[in-house]
């Protein structure tokens, strides 16, 4: 597709008048006519303003001329994974699992290989050559690059350390020792419960990231225990094919 025809279809599939979407992103509906027909195309900073509006990546509005992959991990990107700056605008450098509302989640190439193995094998990769690639390709990527530049001098790490000693610190009955947080979405992990009342609530919001893990029942069984948390809350909850047990629900406000 053209990027007139990425906005024509996003205007209309939002219900907007081109006299409407020239007033939210600050233009004339000239303007607009004239991307619509081809004669021009936004200009840098229109086009941020597009992406953030429609939620889609610039790279998008401008007809995907380019393969986008995350500069940390390396996962193909699709502007539903894309991740996001604080002020909700789209960085089309990295998915939402490595950099989550203006952090980097990753300091280490070894957790990061840890993670996405699992999620490679099937795919023409045994383990091994799944360990094998990731360490090839990753020193290719600008995030690893650039770690001097990049990084935080350790405070995400500490942040994370921090929660993960508070939520050993409930001693919840048979779950293990938890070692580690890894970045989860909401929309990915669609964490939901029954109240009393037969309302089900929704902890998560499926456009922001988290950080949490699943960890087998210290004594083995059927079921999982599911960590959560962020700098606002921690929850703790058991799960297995049937769902989750909303008697063996922990939530705690930090």
């Known amino acids: ?43 840098t900073e229109t086009l941020k303003l597009l992406s953030k509006l429609f939620g889609v ?27 996001r700056e604080k002020d909700g605008s789209l960085n089309e450098e990295y998915c939402q699992w490595c950099y989550a509302d203006g952090t980097y989640t990753y300091s280490s190439m070894d957790d990061l290989i840890d993670v996405c193995v699992p999620h490679m094998l099937g795919d023409n990769f045994t383990e091994e ?22 990084s935080d001098d350790g405070q995400f790490d500490a942040f994370k350390q921090k929660l993960i000693d508070e939520i050993n610190d409930l001693h919840i009955e048979g779950m293990p020792k938890l070692d580690k947080l890894n970045a989860l979405v909401g929309a990915y992990v669609n964490l939901e419960y029954p109240l009393p009342n037969g309302v089900k609530a929704k902890f998560l919001n499926d456009q922001t990231t988290y950080l949490g893990n699943q960890l087998e029942p210290e004594f083995g069984g059927d079921r999982c225990f599911g960590v959560l948390a962020n700098m606002d809350f921690i929850l703790i909850c058991t799960y297995g094919e049937d769902g989750i047990d909303p008697e063996l629900v922990l939530y705690k406000k930090r």
């Open 1 to 43: 597709m053209t990027t007139k025809d990425v906005l024509y279809e996003l205007r209309t599939k939002n219900g907007l008048s081109q006299d409407e979407l020239a007033e939210k992103i600050f233009v004339t509906r000239q303007a607009v006519s004239r991307w619509e027909n081809g004669e021009t195309v936004p200009n």
């Open 57 to 83: 990546s610039i790279n998008t509005l401008l007809g995907s001329p380019q393969k986008l992959i995350c500069q940390c991990c390396g996962m193909p990107l699709e502007d539903s994974i894309i991740s």
């Open 129 to 150: 050559q799944a360990r094998a690639y990731m360490k090839q390709m990753l020193p290719t990527l600008d995030y690893w690059k650039r770690y001097e530049e990049l």
